[in-house]
């Protein structure tokens, strides 16, 4: 046994599994789990065990690296089956995460105890799969079936006090190696549970299922309704039967393109915040953060930082406006009260680290500053000019530009090594991706930080280059000149979003632009028509100008009645757009959005080109992560076919 060590204590043998970094389940893991199992009901000496984990976690789950190979004896069912048929019972002491297969061999041991801290789940769907040993079969033995919906539809893993009151766990302990020796003994001398499989579980009527469907459907995204098949079909037929449904269904969807391309942003998500080409590069420690403007996004930006434990001091030109930010930051730990993810004095504790100030002066400490003033170049350099100047000189200075060149703000800065672009999304205490932009002059280490703070606020940093746009609006720019050509080639605009829609995004082209405003884009080709740029009039500018702006003006590429947010197809828009409509084009849903997906891909492949993305990989987290894209299609890199991942 490499992987396995024992220990005894009395007649109860400590098993400990130690397998860097998460204990995965690998094929070495299963073979000794399932030898191990043997040899201590050989053992005289040995009247009980206990399972635990060296490092950060429980088991993991299944080794996902595995995925893509043929699979290889002892199948994990076995060795939950092994387990749980042991002579000797067997206590699964859980920390960290006991996830996916983990929790099922969890499930195979007679008790399951946890620390406080502890999680456990069956996040199988958010790889593309269904639990495949059992998840679906033991757990609604063990928790009943609602508890188990939530638990395989989701993937959301439960903390230890919830799982204790669901049943999926029997304690939660402080010290959890002593403690589960002692739960261990207690139990040598008592009743024994009947093992999780010879449990008993009901049929529950069509009703309850049909909502559960209602409840789990996503569109394109098959693996949560699988996993209620395999549920349903388990409260229906005996155990036997069951597990091998479960199986062939788990098999069966680990060679889907749904599973693949899950596998695919499960692996970038992990690369991503840790680029190689920045090991060994030591960021600047960020303990105190000035924000320029208190507006949405500044706020945003603050609130964000403040959760991360930094220290905020938020920059306005006058007190009504210091007053004005410091409001919009306390709104969104309101929020985060409201929805009982934080006591009233721990909102009291964030708001204690928000100072605000009109000076410059007060930001001479401040490890980092982030503008987030208007998009205006004259205004950008004016904040940077007066950074420069009372700064420390090793402060790293930031620009949440979202159009400009990163470049021209940073002229005249005395020491342009230290200054980045750091694109957050709105709103910014929420969007998880994170854009960060380099100028040729960006010090490695300044780079290094930018990284840094996204691991520490939990967003997904990419590295961008610089463009018109960078990765992501310049993507979505393209995806929108897409929709409207297939508007002029005469494909209905509500056919088009429904097409995106039943791809997986939440909105179609259209009506997200409702939603937002049509007016910022507009502005924007204003703005550089104004310049003297040839920027040609999109079907946006004619609506627009003709007081179109979106939901707010009450109509947009729709009409909407009063206080409704329901969009209704426009006689006025198909007036206004008509001489613009040359054809009567005949697409599927599948074949919008096919020709939608394939512009973004086109698009991420001229920006890999030109070296504005690093990899394909980035090109899908900014897609999935800032702008919707349904993550099971793997972003648009990934469906045209341009990642090296093997499908
Ligand atoms: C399953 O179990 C199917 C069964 O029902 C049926 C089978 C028949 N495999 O996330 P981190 C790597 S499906 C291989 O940054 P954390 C990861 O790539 C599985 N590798 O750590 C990374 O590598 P690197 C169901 C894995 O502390 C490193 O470990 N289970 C796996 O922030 C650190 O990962 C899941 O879906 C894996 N299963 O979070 C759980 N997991 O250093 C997936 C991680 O080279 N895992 N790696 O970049 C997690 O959710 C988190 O890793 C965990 C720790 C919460 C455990």
Not at 43 to 46: A, R
């Given at each position: 046994m490499t992987l396995l060590t024992v220990r005894r204590d009395g007649e109860i043998a400590v098993v400990t599994l130690d397998n860097p970094p998460v204990n995965a389940i690998s094929e070495a893991v299963r073979k000794e789990l399932f030898e191990m199992v043997g040899q201590l009901d050989a053992?005289?000496?040995?009247r009980a065990a206990v399972l635990i984990c060296a490092g950060r976690t429980f088991l993991a789950g299944a080794?996902?690296?595995?995925?893509?190979k043929p699979p290889v004896e002892p199948h994990l069912p076995e060795v939950v089956d092994r387990i749980e048929g042991a002579e000797k019972p067997w206590v699964a002491a859980i920390h960290g995460a006991a996830l996916g297969g983990g929790f099922e061999i969890a499930m195979g041991c007679r008790f399951r105890i946890a620390v406080e801290s502890a999680r456990v789940g069956l996040p199988e769907v958010t790889l593309g799969v269904i639990p495949g040993a059992s998840g679906t079969v033991r757990t609604p033995r063990l928790a009943g079936i609602e508890t188990t919906v939530d638990l395989v539809t989701s993937g959301r893993p439960m903390p230890a006090g919830k799982a204790l009151k669901a049943g999926l766990i029997d304690a939660v302990v402080s010290d959890l190696e002593r403690d589960a020796v002692a739960f261990a003994r207690a139990a040598l001398d008592a009743e024994l549970p009947l093992p999780v499989s010879q449990r008993p579980l009901a049929p529950m009527p069509e009703a309850f299922w049909q909502d559960a469907r209602k409840r789990a459907a996503k569109p394109g995204h098959q693996a949560p309704l699988r996993a209620l098949d395999s549920l349903r079909f388990a409260t229906e037929h005996d155990f036997a039967e069951a597990m091998e449904h479960e199986r062939e269904t788990f098999l069966d969807l680990r060679g889907s393109d749904e599973a693949a391309a899950l596998r695919h942003i499960f692996f970038a998500e992990r690369a991503a915040p840790k680029p190689s080409a920045l090991k060994g590069i030591e960021p600047r420690p960020v303990r105190t953060v000035g924000v320029i403007g208190g507006g949405t996004m500044g706020a945003g930006i603050a609130g964000a930082c403040r959760e991360a434990g930094m220290e905020i001091l938020l920059i306005e030109r006058d007190d009504e406006a210091v007053t004005r930010g410091l409001a919009n930051v306390g709104k969104i730990f309101d929020s985060a009260v409201k929805r009982g993810k934080l006591s009233a004095e721990d909102r009291a504790g964030r708001m204690a680290g928000v100072r605000g100030s009109?000076?410059?002066?007060?930001?001479?400490?401040?490890?980092l500053v982030i503008e987030a003033v208007f998009e205006e170049i004259g205004v950008k350099r004016a904040v940077f000019a007066e950074l420069g100047r009372v700064c420390r000189a090793d402060a790293v200075l930031a620009t949440n530009t979202s159009y400009l060149d990163p470049r021209a703000i940073a002229e005249g800065l005395p020491d342009p090594s230290r200054f980045i672009g750091l694109h957050f999304f709105s709103p910014a205490h929420i969007m998880k991706l994170l854009e960060i932009v380099p100028t040729p002059d960006t010090a490695p280490d300044v780079l290094a930080t930018g990284f840094a703070l996204g691991r520490a606020l939990n967003k997904m940093p990419v590295q961008a280059g610089i463009c018109?746009?960078?990765i992501g609006n310049r993507i979505l720019k393209r995806y929108r000149a897409e929709a409207e050509a297939l508007v002029k080639q005469g494909v209905a605009i509500a056919e088009i979003d429904a097409a995106m829609r039943g791809y997986g995004f939440r909105m179609g082209p259209f009506e997200a632009q409702d939603l937002g405003g049509l007016d910022i884009a507009f502005l924007q080709r204003e703005g550089a028509r104004a310049e003297g740029q040839d920027v040609p009039e999109t079907l946006g500018d004619i609506l627009v100008r003709a007081g179109r702006k979106g939901q707010k003006t009450g109509g947009g590429w729709y009409d909407y009645a009063e206080g409704d947010r329901t969009p209704k197809p426009s006689a006025s828009v198909a007036t206004l757009l008509a001489d613009r409509v040359s054809g009567s084009a005949a697409l599927s849903g599948p074949e919008i959005a096919d020709r939608l997906v394939g512009a973004m891909a086109a698009e991420g492949e001229a920006i890999l080109r030109e070296g504005i993305a690093q990899s394909p990989q980035d090109i899908d987290l900014v897609e999935i992560h800032g702008?919707?894209?349904?993550r099971w299609k793997g972003g648009p890199m990934f469906a045209a076919g341009m990642t090296a991942s093997a499908r």
């Open positions: 053992d005289p000496g040995v080794d996902v690296r595995e995925f893509g009109t000076d410059y002066a007060d930001l001479a400490d401040a490890d018109e746009g960078f702008y919707g894209f349904p």
